[in-house]
Protein backbone atom coordinates (compact mmCIF):
# COMPACT_ATOMS: atom_id res chain seq x y z
CA UNK A 1 0.00 0.00 0.00
CA UNK A 2 0.66 3.65 -0.48
CA UNK A 3 -0.18 7.05 -1.53
CA UNK A 4 0.54 9.79 -4.37
CA UNK A 5 0.10 13.92 -3.92
CA UNK A 6 -2.45 14.41 -6.01
CA UNK A 7 -3.62 17.81 -5.06
CA UNK A 8 -3.13 20.47 -2.83
CA UNK A 9 -5.85 22.59 -0.62
CA UNK A 10 -6.32 25.91 -0.55
CA UNK A 11 -8.26 28.25 1.87
CA UNK A 12 -9.82 31.08 -0.01
CA UNK A 13 -12.94 33.79 1.41
CA UNK A 14 -13.65 33.57 -2.54
CA UNK A 15 -13.04 30.46 -3.98
CA UNK A 16 -14.34 31.20 -7.23
CA UNK A 17 -12.43 34.38 -7.57
CA UNK A 18 -9.33 32.79 -6.31
CA UNK A 19 -9.47 30.23 -8.62
CA UNK A 20 -10.20 32.95 -11.82
CA UNK A 21 -6.86 33.72 -10.45
CA UNK A 22 -4.84 30.71 -10.46
CA UNK A 23 -6.54 29.49 -13.71
CA UNK A 24 -5.44 32.62 -15.65
CA UNK A 25 -1.78 32.29 -13.94
CA UNK A 26 -1.25 28.25 -14.72
CA UNK A 27 -3.26 28.07 -17.82
CA UNK A 28 -5.67 25.48 -16.30
CA UNK A 29 -9.40 25.07 -16.86
CA UNK A 30 -11.49 25.05 -13.99
CA UNK A 31 -14.78 23.63 -12.58
CA UNK A 32 -16.30 23.08 -9.27
CA UNK A 33 -18.00 19.61 -7.41
CA UNK A 34 -20.16 21.94 -5.31
CA UNK A 35 -20.52 25.76 -3.85
CA UNK A 36 -17.54 27.00 -2.26
CA UNK A 37 -15.22 24.26 -4.18
CA UNK A 38 -13.24 25.55 -7.18
CA UNK A 39 -11.16 22.90 -9.05
CA UNK A 40 -8.25 23.59 -11.48
CA UNK A 41 -6.34 21.20 -13.69
CA UNK A 42 -4.44 21.37 -16.75
CA UNK A 43 -6.97 21.00 -20.14
CA UNK A 44 -7.56 17.74 -21.38
CA UNK A 45 -5.67 16.47 -17.80
CA UNK A 46 -7.17 12.96 -16.63
CA UNK A 47 -7.12 13.04 -13.37
CA UNK A 48 -5.24 11.81 -11.23
CA UNK A 49 -2.31 11.75 -13.12
CA UNK A 50 1.38 12.59 -11.52
CA UNK A 51 2.11 15.14 -14.70
CA UNK A 52 0.34 17.96 -12.15
CA UNK A 53 -0.42 18.50 -8.87
CA UNK A 54 -4.07 19.85 -8.88
CA UNK A 55 -5.40 22.98 -6.93
CA UNK A 56 -8.70 22.46 -5.14
CA UNK A 57 -9.47 26.21 -3.36
CA UNK A 58 -11.73 25.75 -0.44
CA UNK A 59 -13.92 28.82 0.50
CA UNK A 60 -13.31 29.63 4.40
CA UNK A 61 -14.46 32.92 6.00
CA UNK A 62 -11.58 32.66 8.32
CA UNK A 63 -8.95 34.96 7.62
CA UNK A 64 -4.93 34.61 6.45
CA UNK A 65 -3.22 36.10 9.58
CA UNK A 66 -0.01 34.35 9.19
CA UNK A 67 2.55 33.66 6.14
CA UNK A 68 2.05 30.30 4.64
CA UNK A 69 3.93 27.15 5.75
CA UNK A 70 3.15 26.13 2.44
CA UNK A 71 3.06 27.66 -1.13
CA UNK A 72 3.76 27.33 -5.31
CA UNK A 73 6.88 27.78 -6.99
CA UNK A 74 6.27 28.52 -10.46
CA UNK A 75 8.94 27.63 -13.25
CA UNK A 76 10.30 29.65 -16.14
CA UNK A 77 12.40 29.23 -19.05
CA UNK A 78 14.37 32.49 -19.35
CA UNK A 79 14.86 35.64 -17.50
CA UNK A 80 12.19 37.17 -20.47
CA UNK A 81 9.65 34.77 -19.54
CA UNK A 82 10.29 35.16 -15.82
CA UNK A 83 9.60 39.03 -16.23
CA UNK A 84 6.49 39.03 -18.92
CA UNK A 85 4.99 36.21 -16.08
CA UNK A 86 5.98 38.39 -13.05
CA UNK A 87 4.20 41.57 -15.23
CA UNK A 88 0.96 39.57 -15.91
CA UNK A 89 0.31 38.05 -13.22
CA UNK A 90 0.36 41.55 -11.52
CA UNK A 91 -2.25 42.53 -13.78
CA UNK A 92 -4.56 39.80 -12.52
CA UNK A 93 -3.95 41.24 -9.16
CA UNK A 94 -0.75 39.63 -7.47
CA UNK A 95 1.07 42.28 -5.87
CA UNK A 96 4.66 41.83 -4.62
CA UNK A 97 5.77 39.93 -0.92
CA UNK A 98 8.26 40.66 1.52
CA UNK A 99 8.71 36.79 3.19
CA UNK A 100 12.43 38.15 4.33
CA UNK A 101 13.93 36.71 1.19
CA UNK A 102 16.61 39.40 0.28
CA UNK A 103 18.66 40.00 -2.66
CA UNK A 104 17.22 36.90 -4.57
CA UNK A 105 17.16 36.01 -8.03
CA UNK A 106 13.64 34.93 -7.29
CA UNK A 107 10.37 37.25 -7.29
CA UNK A 108 8.18 36.81 -4.50
CA UNK A 109 4.78 37.65 -5.03
CA UNK A 110 1.20 37.36 -2.91
CA UNK A 111 -1.84 36.09 -4.97
CA UNK A 112 -5.28 38.64 -4.16
CA UNK A 113 -6.10 36.65 -1.01
CA UNK A 114 -2.51 37.30 0.29
CA UNK A 115 -1.36 33.69 -0.76
CA UNK A 116 2.48 33.74 -0.96
CA UNK A 117 4.53 32.09 -4.34
CA UNK A 118 6.97 32.48 -5.95
CA UNK A 119 8.25 33.07 -9.57
CA UNK A 120 11.54 31.77 -9.63
CA UNK A 121 13.80 32.40 -12.02
CA UNK A 122 15.44 29.58 -14.91
CA UNK A 123 16.20 26.48 -13.44
CA UNK A 124 17.17 23.32 -15.70
CA UNK A 125 15.82 20.99 -12.98
CA UNK A 126 12.20 22.22 -13.33
CA UNK A 127 12.38 22.44 -17.34
CA UNK A 128 10.06 19.75 -17.38
CA UNK A 129 7.59 20.08 -14.43
CA UNK A 130 4.88 22.21 -15.92
CA UNK A 131 3.57 25.55 -14.57
CA UNK A 132 3.95 24.29 -11.22
CA UNK A 133 7.91 23.88 -10.61
CA UNK A 134 7.43 22.69 -6.84
CA UNK A 135 4.85 22.63 -3.99
CA UNK A 136 6.88 24.19 -1.18
CA UNK A 137 6.71 23.20 2.96
CA UNK A 138 8.52 24.87 5.76
CA UNK A 139 9.57 22.95 8.40
CA UNK A 140 12.07 22.54 10.66
CA UNK A 141 13.84 19.42 10.40
CA UNK A 142 13.89 18.61 6.07
CA UNK A 143 15.76 15.12 7.09
CA UNK A 144 12.57 13.77 9.42
CA UNK A 145 10.72 15.28 6.74
CA UNK A 146 12.05 13.34 3.95
CA UNK A 147 12.04 10.43 6.21
CA UNK A 148 8.48 10.47 6.82
CA UNK A 149 6.93 12.07 3.51
CA UNK A 150 9.28 9.67 1.58
CA UNK A 151 7.58 6.58 3.18
CA UNK A 152 4.03 8.25 3.45
CA UNK A 153 4.44 7.92 -0.27
CA UNK A 154 5.68 6.62 -3.60
CA UNK A 155 7.48 9.30 -4.18
CA UNK A 156 10.68 9.34 -4.74
CA UNK A 157 13.73 11.53 -2.45
CA UNK A 158 16.32 12.94 -4.67
CA UNK A 159 17.91 15.35 -1.84
CA UNK A 160 18.55 15.28 1.60
CA UNK A 161 20.51 17.72 3.66
CA UNK A 162 20.25 20.16 6.76
CA UNK A 163 18.64 22.71 4.43
CA UNK A 164 16.20 20.97 2.82
CA UNK A 165 14.66 17.79 1.24
CA UNK A 166 13.89 17.34 -2.31
CA UNK A 167 10.87 14.78 -3.58
CA UNK A 168 9.10 13.93 -6.86
CA UNK A 169 6.86 11.27 -7.98
CA UNK A 170 8.29 7.70 -8.78
CA UNK A 171 7.58 8.27 -12.62
CA UNK A 172 10.12 11.49 -12.27
CA UNK A 173 6.95 13.81 -13.98
CA UNK A 174 5.79 16.68 -12.89
CA UNK A 175 6.14 19.23 -10.09
CA UNK A 176 8.69 18.69 -7.26
CA UNK A 177 7.85 18.65 -3.25
CA UNK A 178 10.39 20.10 -1.10
CA UNK A 179 10.87 21.04 2.51
CA UNK A 180 12.72 24.09 2.93
CA UNK A 181 14.18 24.65 6.80
CA UNK A 182 12.48 27.38 8.20
CA UNK A 183 13.31 29.20 12.06
CA UNK A 184 9.67 30.05 11.88
CA UNK A 185 6.92 27.39 14.29
CA UNK A 186 3.56 26.29 13.04
CA UNK A 187 0.88 28.80 14.81
CA UNK A 188 -1.85 28.29 12.69
CA UNK A 189 -4.14 25.47 11.13
CA UNK A 190 -2.58 25.65 7.31
CA UNK A 191 -4.36 27.49 4.97
CA UNK A 192 -2.52 25.65 2.23
CA UNK A 193 -2.17 21.71 2.87
CA UNK A 194 -1.17 18.54 0.77
CA UNK A 195 -4.16 16.11 -0.49
CA UNK A 196 -3.03 12.20 -0.69
CA UNK A 197 -4.75 9.22 -2.31
CA UNK A 198 -4.67 6.25 -2.38
CA UNK A 199 -4.48 3.72 -5.50
CA UNK A 200 -7.34 2.20 -6.59
CA UNK A 201 -7.97 -1.44 -4.88
CA UNK A 202 -6.43 -0.25 -1.80
CA UNK A 203 -8.05 0.51 1.52
CA UNK A 204 -8.00 3.84 2.75
CA UNK A 205 -8.45 3.30 6.51
CA UNK A 206 -5.44 0.39 6.75
CA UNK A 207 -3.28 3.48 4.85
CA UNK A 208 -4.36 6.23 7.26
CA UNK A 209 -3.27 3.73 9.87
CA UNK A 210 -0.42 2.74 7.55
CA UNK A 211 0.11 6.60 8.47
CA UNK A 212 -0.24 7.13 11.78
CA UNK A 213 2.30 4.13 12.19
CA UNK A 214 4.94 6.08 10.35
CA UNK A 215 4.39 9.32 12.65
CA UNK A 216 1.13 11.05 11.72
CA UNK A 217 -1.60 11.99 14.48
CA UNK A 218 -5.44 12.56 14.24
CA UNK A 219 -6.41 15.85 13.55
CA UNK A 220 -9.97 17.65 14.41
CA UNK A 221 -10.24 21.10 12.31
CA UNK A 222 -13.87 20.88 12.35
CA UNK A 223 -14.11 18.17 9.34
CA UNK A 224 -17.10 16.77 10.55
CA UNK A 225 -18.35 13.64 9.17
CA UNK A 226 -16.27 13.33 5.63
CA UNK A 227 -15.25 10.55 3.27
CA UNK A 228 -11.87 12.07 3.90
CA UNK A 229 -9.58 11.25 6.76
CA UNK A 230 -7.20 14.52 7.92
CA UNK A 231 -3.93 13.56 9.43
CA UNK A 232 -0.83 15.88 10.67
CA UNK A 233 2.37 15.05 10.13
CA UNK A 234 5.08 15.02 12.48
CA UNK A 235 5.78 18.27 12.11
CA UNK A 236 2.22 19.32 12.90
CA UNK A 237 1.13 19.74 9.04
CA UNK A 238 -2.39 18.85 8.24
CA UNK A 239 -3.19 16.64 5.59
CA UNK A 240 -5.90 14.83 4.14
CA UNK A 241 -5.78 11.54 2.96
CA UNK A 242 -8.67 10.59 0.35
CA UNK A 243 -10.83 8.08 -0.26
CA UNK A 244 -9.14 5.54 -3.52
CA UNK A 245 -9.62 6.08 -7.27
Given at each position: MTT????????????????RFWAE????????EGPGVTNLEPVGFDYPDPTAVCIDIVADPMPKTVKNRVHIDLATTSAAHQADLVARLKDLGATPADVGQGDVPWTVLADPEGNEFCVLEPRSIYRDTGPIAAVVVDCTDPRAMARFWGEAMDWTVHEVTDEHAVLRSAQGVGPYLEFLRTPDVKTVRNRVHLDLRPYPGDDQAAEAARLRALGASDIDIGQGDVPWTVLADPEGNEFCVLTPL
Open positions: RLVQIHMKARDDSALGALGWGVSS
